[in-house]
């Protein structure tokens, strides 16, 4: 599975948990930490796991193991690495506040449906 179809997978995990603001990080050029991150807003730390565990139950299945999972125990942020691609669930406040998208500025951003297949 290529990078591009794990993210999509997780996309897909994560609106299936119905997350707000999906987005997709091409940072590929920026940093050599993957080709993607994904991040996506939820209303609650009950919903934050629920679309953490998805995403892991879908690529798991797919055969793609997490490699590290962090964050699951405050239900606030949850980051869950790849290898190549890193998925990133929060809050919505935590998101707000600290604004990866801001940090990563020069990545290429879109949704799922406006992805070509690589």
Known sequence: ???????????????????????????????????YFVIASCQSTVQVRACADEVEEQLDKAGIVVLHKEGYSTGSWILMDYGDVVVHVMQQEIREFYGIERLWDDAGTAKRADFAEE
């Open 1 to 35: 599975m290529t990078s591009l179809e794990k993210a999509n997978a997780a996309v897909a995990a994560l609106e299936d948990k119905k997350a707000d603001n999906i987005e997709v990080l091409n940072v590929s050029e920026q940093t050599s930490l993957g080709d």
